[in-house]
């Protein structure tokens, strides 16, 4: 089954203790991207990979990091979490041939994260 | 920087009546613009999305219009269900920057 799956799907965790979510799918993307979600803000983008070993900044990208060095994961690092860190994360994945049109994003399933 | 405004914030609408959802965007040179549906609980999902050599694009229910000169463009969906109720979203892909902007997002209710 063609999908986009991330864990853990819940966690509490202490400020700054590092932590990493992880995320990997099974469709052969080129991209992958993190957001965040929050009421009445929307979907920002942290971090997106246009392919293995290519990242670049979204729009909120103080406070994580990202590596690409396979095709199917994308995993989100934070190193120090704190308390404005607490959110709903979602990675997504797409097709996005070098010379093509971005395809349709596939959503994984969320990890809700809470740092006390 | 970039942004995406979205409006109205909540909408409601009787079951079998329209329902219309406007977005303007900021970066002149985006070029795809795709609308998801988020479920209470659940994971944003691709309902319909439009490039910018396309003015309309119709699936059954749903249609998204896209106005370049102006950089708005529109989601309609015709003979709500109650089952159409969810937040949606609408977002702006730039061609270069690879970034996806999305709107705030609006909590649709069909009251049947």
């Known amino acids: 089954e063609a999908q986009v799956t991330q864990n853990p799907r819940y966690l509490i965790t202490v400020t700054g203790k590092k932590l990493t979510v992880t995320c990997s799918q099974n469709m052969n993307h080129e991209y992958m991207s993190w957001y965040r979600q929050d009421p009445g803000l929307g979907l920002r983008q942290i971090y997106y990979s246009m392919n293995v070993e290519v990242t670049d900044k979204g729009d909120v990208p103080e406070g994580y990091k990202v590596s690409r060095k396979e095709k199917r994961n994308f995993p989100l690092i934070l190193e120090s979490p704190s308390p404005n860190q607490t959110s709903l994360y979602f990675c997504?994945?797409?097709?996005?041939?070098?010379?093509?049109?971005?395809?349709?994003?596939?959503f994984g399933p969320g990890t809700r994260l809470t740092v006390l | 920087g970039e942004n995406v405004e979205q409006h109205p914030s909540t909408l409601s609408v009787q079951e079998g009546d329209s329902a219309v959802i406007k977005c303007t965007y900021s970066?002149?040179?985006?070029?795809?613009f795709p609308w998801y549906k988020q479920e209470l609980g659940k994971r944003p999902q691709l309902i319909i999305d439009?490039?910018?050599?396309?003015g309309e694009k119709k699936d059954q229910r749903i249609a998204v219009t896209l106005n370049k000169t102006a950089k708005h463009f529109s989601l309609h969906i015709t003979e709500t269900q109650p089952e159409d109720s969810a937040v949606y979203f609408c977002a702006a892909h730039g061609e270069g920057t690879y970034k996806y902007i999305f709107g705030t997002g609006t909590r649709l209710k069909v009251l049947a």
């Open positions: 997504a994945s797409s097709l996005y041939p070098t010379s093509g049109d971005a395809g349709e994003q596939f």
């Open positions: 439009i490039r910018s050599n396309v």
């Open positions: 970066d002149s040179a985006s070029n795809y």
